[in-house]
């Protein structure tokens, strides 16, 4: 591999669910329904937290953020894949590819990242309730949100900066209903073992990260109500 992006696959094939058209429609309105359940969830949880003068508060505050990200996990991929149920060349640009495996794990990586500071903020109101007015302040919810989005925007960035020069000059079938990294990065012509596992470990670094923060507050919690 050399500096510059050498591709000359201009889109990528995408994994066909089914080919009954029986079970298309019973995937459209599955997909569809919990789709649009999810979004209407989620955007009731953040209109009402804002409406209502007694949800300002920080944990609130972190749940009107956490179901906003949702919508966004919800809507990077879906929508498309219950588009291409009824189309018979179903297919994503390299860039939209790119694009939408960007999207993907900024806003998984904030995610994570964020379900770690709720976890924060249920063990300082539970282990610390005297502070918990001057540690969960609104200023530092906030400074605390900008944190985990730019964890998550550096992590993506990252994976990125791992795949974004790869050549792309022979098959490109993508043995998935959406882009991700690991079958993106089969699809090169190069040799990939060491890509593929630096992502792995990126990835399996903020997600090992986070599991294991949430695990401990969680045991203090337990330790400290017991």
Same mark, same amino acid.
């Given at each position: 591999m050399?500096?510059?992006?050498h591709?000359?696959?201009?889109?990528?094939?995408?994994l066909?669910l089914t080919s009954s058209w029986?079970?298309?429609?019973?995937?459209?309105?599955f997909?569809?329904t919990?789709?649009v359940?999810?979004?209407?969830?989620?955007l009731?949880i953040?209109?009402?937290?804002i409406?209502?003068?007694?949800?300002h508060?920080p944990?609130?505050?972190?749940?009107?953020?956490?179901?906003?990200?949702d919508?966004?996990?919800?809507?990077?991929?879906?929508?498309?894949?219950i588009y291409?149920?009824?189309?018979?060349?179903?297919?994503?640009s390299?860039? !939209?590819? *790119?694009t939408?495996m960007?999207f993907?794990?900024?806003?998984?990586?904030?995610?994570?990242? +964020?379900? =770690?500071v709720?976890?924060?903020?249920?063990?300082?109101v539970i282990?610390?309730?005297?502070?918990?007015l001057t540690s969960?302040?609104l200023r530092?919810?906030?400074s605390?949100l900008a944190v985990?989005?730019?964890?998550?925007?550096?992590?993506?960035?990252?994976?990125?900066?791992?795949v974004v020069?790869l050549?792309f000059?022979g098959?490109?079938?993508?043995?998935?209903?959406?882009?991700?990294f690991p079958?993106?990065?089969?699809?090169?012509?190069?040799?990939t073992?060491?890509l593929?596992?630096?992502?792995a470990?990126?990835? !399996?670094? *903020?997600?090992?990260g986070t599991f294991?923060?949430?695990?401990?507050?969680y045991?203090f919690? +337990?330790v =400290?109500?017991s």
């Amino acid at each position: 591999m050399d500096g510059g992006n050498h591709s000359e696959v201009p889109e990528f094939v995408l994994l066909e669910l089914t080919s009954s058209w029986e079970i298309q429609i019973l995937l459209f309105l599955f997909f569809t329904t919990f789709y649009v359940a999810s979004m209407l969830g989620n955007l009731l949880i953040v209109l009402t937290i804002i409406s209502d003068r007694h949800l300002h508060s920080p944990m609130y505050f972190l749940l009107a953020n956490l179901s906003f990200i949702d919508t966004g996990v919800s809507s990077i991929a879906t929508p498309k894949m219950i588009y291409d149920l009824f189309r018979k060349h179903r297919a994503i640009s390299l860039k !939209g590819c *790119i694009t939408q495996m960007f999207f993907i794990h900024t806003v998984g990586g904030t995610e994570m990242v +964020l379900l =770690t500071v709720m976890a924060y903020d249920r063990y300082v109101v539970i282990c610390k309730p005297l502070h918990y007015l001057t540690s969960m302040s609104l200023r530092t919810c906030t400074s605390l949100l900008a944190v985990a989005w730019t964890i998550g925007l550096f992590h993506s960035v990252v994976q990125l900066a791992f795949v974004v020069n790869l050549p792309f000059c022979g098959n490109n079938k993508m043995d998935s209903f959406c882009c991700d990294f690991p079958r993106f990065i089969k699809l090169a012509s190069a040799d990939t073992y060491r890509l593929e596992f630096l992502v792995a470990a990126n990835s !399996g670094f *903020i997600s090992t990260g986070t599991f294991f923060i949430l695990i401990v507050s969680y045991v203090f919690i +337990l330790v =400290t109500v017991s």
